[in-house]
């Protein structure tokens, strides 16, 4: 035994000694990208930025011309920090380094002491994963061809009706605060309800409880004829730094609560497979809770088709044609379906991200059912985001309608 534990010591003590030191090196030429990938399998695709990890020399070994950047060696283990509240660095402090940033994610590395003190300040808004080579965190190289455009889905998708929109909008934000947990709950879950009851759906309100107290989810059916479900999705409660006072939830959720509305309306009367379930959550903004407590009652998943969640969908900036397309690997077919949709009926330009979290798809990816979140690509910049002045005045009517119309076709596409 002893000559055992010597041994393994005597090991541990030379792979110590002898373990290289890892540096990352971050490509920025997008047409090496593919390359890059083929040679150095230990890589991580962030958005605009191949980052890889290897030893000092890894560049030169990989041989590949034009090539020539220098590593940042790292200290210690490597990590991926996400934020849904703007500013990711803000969570970061100066104690780790900071390898690469792009839109809310940061890769950076740490020694587990300063890591664990991170680890603590996470919560539903920020959230650290261990990152290692061979991922795929957020890729703009989306490359579907279109597919052949289907006349009917045409037909419907022109009909979206943006004044209704509009409307409906102006409508949840004149509900000043449409934050969880508080008594007038119950009054907006009637009045969503009233809405889906007036297109003739079956509408259901979904009493919950948990640690923050009770509220309400709204779910109507459009009664289909295989068995089989697809949801449509959105949270409807906001928040804001005076949340109970005043919290307009424009963008944030209005504007995919609207979607699913508008497309719950659209779609009132004409004849689909499947069944179309419209929900509207509470408490998304507490940490999904609202979502969390439906998708645990949910029984018998496998003949879910597909989920889509509308999350944040009318702000934009600098970025025309660009929207998020956010999932987990396993749902890889579902998602560049809806890429393929997507060119096939919008001009929207999609970039796909694999570490879902954050909003009301999480339940149902952990349960493993296709599932997609669309979201405004800009939403880590969004001046309004969780503030009292999301209201109607950065709005971007004609982007969420290109977002809305997106998620019709696929509803469509699927189900006609
Ligand atoms: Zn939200």
Redesign the pocket.
């Known amino acids: 035994m002893k000559k055992i534990v010597v041994f393994l010591f005597v090991v541990f003590a030379v792979v110590f000694c002898f373990a290289e030191e890892l540096y990352i090196y971050s490509v920025s030429d997008m047409k090496l990208f593919d390359r890059v990938q083929n040679a150095c399998k230990r890589n991580i695709e962030l958005g605009d930025k191949l980052l890889l990890l290897g030893g000092k020399n890894l560049i030169s070994t990989l041989n590949i011309n034009g090539l020539r950047i220098k590593g940042e060696k790292l200290e210690g283990n490597l990590y991926l920090a996400m934020s849904k509240d703007g500013d990711v660095l803000k969570y970061l402090g100066k104690s780790v380094k900071i390898h690469s940033v792009y839109g809310p994610y940061a890769v950076f590395s740490a020694e587990l002491k300063v890591l664990e003190s991170l680890l603590d300040k996470q919560n539903y808004q920020f959230k650290i994963v261990r990152l290692k080579g061979g991922t795929v965190v957020a890729t703009q190289r989306v490359e579907i061809k279109a597919g052949i455009s289907n006349p009917v889905i045409k037909s419907y998708i022109e009909k979206l009706d943006r004044d209704y929109m509009k409307n409906q909008l102006q409508h949840l934000i004149n509900y000043q605060t449409r934050y969880s947990f508080m008594p007038q709950d119950k009054k907006l879950a009637e009045d969503m309800k009233s809405i889906f009851s007036e297109f003739g759906y079956q509408t259901e309100i979904k009493e919950f409880t948990c640690y923050k107290g009770k509220s309400y989810n709204i779910e109507a059916v459009k009664k289909g004829t295989s068995g089989k479900r697809i949801y449509l999705v959105g949270?409807v409660d906001s928040t804001s730094r005076k949340p109970k006072v005043l919290a307009p939830g424009g963008d944030?959720?209005g504007s995919?609560s609207v979607g699913v509305i508008a497309i719950a309306r659209l779609i009132k009367d004409i004849k689909l497979k499947h069944d179309i379930i419209f929900t509207l959550f509470m408490g998304?903004?507490q940490g999904i809770l609202g979502s969390n407590a439906y998708v645990q009652d949910l029984n018998n998943t496998d003949d879910i088709l597909a989920v889509i969640n509308m999350?944040?969908i009318s702000f934009r900036k600098n970025l025309k044609y660009t929207f998020i397309l956010e999932s987990e690997t396993f749902a890889k077919p579902f998602v560049l379906k809806m890429a393929e949709i997507c060119k096939t009926y919008t001009w929207l330009k999609p970039e796909i991200h694999y570490r879902a979290w954050g909003?009301d798809h999480v339940p149902f990816l952990k349960k493993k059912i296709p599932t997609v979140l669309t979201i405004e690509k800009e939403y880590d910049i969004n001046p309004n985001y969780h503030q009292v002045t999301d209201d109607m005045r950065d709005i971007d009517f004609e982007y969420m309608h290109e977002i809305i119309k997106l998620n019709l076709a696929t509803v469509l596409d699927y189900s006609l």
Request: net charge negative; hydrophobic share 10%.
């Open positions: 949270h944030d959720n995919g998304e903004e999350d944040m909003s």
